[in-house]
């Protein structure tokens, strides 16, 4: 069996450095609730790793079906509950791919690949909350 092992040492105040296999982050908490808004915020960082799963696969899709693209991004919207503790139950993930000769058939593939096939966290979200997709091509 694997593991991912990470090490989260606080820093002072509401700040924490936590370590990972690629590097080290700093999470922080917003002014209001008593952090100095240095760091990044814990749940927001959830839909991160969502993006940069996914994000990942479809990367690795693009290059083994030797697609044309430009550039892409992904675009992850999380919705709170409005009761404590609030956690995301309803998440919109949206890619964009862009370039001049897309294949939209085979981009939409790598997309539905990863989101039922390989990404992980895609698969830990959809036990939590409802996860939309989108896929938007922009013709450049």
Same mark, same amino acid.
């Given at each position: 069996m694997s593991s991912h092992k990470i090490t989260t040492t606080w820093k002072g105040n509401m700040?924490?450095?936590s370590t990972?296999?690629? =590097?080290s982050l700093t999470i922080d908490a917003a002014e209001e609730v008593g952090g100095t808004n240095n760091g990044l915020r814990p749940k927001a960082l959830m839909l991160s790793a969502l @993006? =940069?799963?996914?994000?990942l696969d479809v990367a690795s899709l693009i290059k083994k079906m030797r697609l044309e693209v $430009? %550039? !892409?991004?992904?675009?992850t919207e999380g919705f709170l509950t409005d009761t404590e503790p609030q956690?995301? %139950?309803k998440v919109t993930v949206t890619y964009h791919f862009y370039g001049s000769n897309l294949n939209e058939e085979k981009l939409?593939? @790598?997309v539905e690949l990863s989101v039922e096939k390989y990404c992980g966290v895609m698969h830990m979200f959809r036990s939590f909350a409802e996860v939309k997709i989108d $896929?938007? !091509?922009h013709k450049v």
């Open positions: 700040q924490f450095e990972n296999p690629g =590097g @993006a =940069g799963c996914s994000g $430009t %550039d !892409f991004n992904i675009e956690v995301y %139950d939409n593939r @790598a $896929t938007v !091509f």
